[in-house]
């Protein structure tokens, strides 16, 4: 029985240095960022702390 989990995640960004990159390119980054935090699994969890899960979908949208 798969499970669907549904989060929102806000992105602030402040620029630091250098010359202002466009917001299309800055949300291009976050995205490629936020897709390679997909581990593959989620383990050690449940009452015995063995409970293991594969991640078997992964989307990235920007709103």
């Known amino acids: 029985m798969a499970h669907t989990f ?3 995640v ?3 960004v402040e620029r630091e240095s250098g ?4 917001r299309d ?5 976050i995205i ?6 997909d ?4 383990d050690g969890i449940g009452a015995d702390g ?9 989307t990235v949208e920007e709103a």
Do not use: C, H, P, R
Request: net charge negative; no cysteine.
């Open 6 to 8: 549904t989060f929102t």
């Open 10 to 12: 806000t992105v602030e």
């Open 19 to 22: 010359k202002f990159a466009a």
């Open 25 to 29: 390119e800055i949300s291009d980054q």
């Open 32 to 37: 490629e960022w936020l897709e390679g935090a």
């Open 39 to 42: 581990e593959g699994s989620i």
């Open 50 to 58: 063995e409970s293991s899960y594969s991640t078997i979908g992964w």
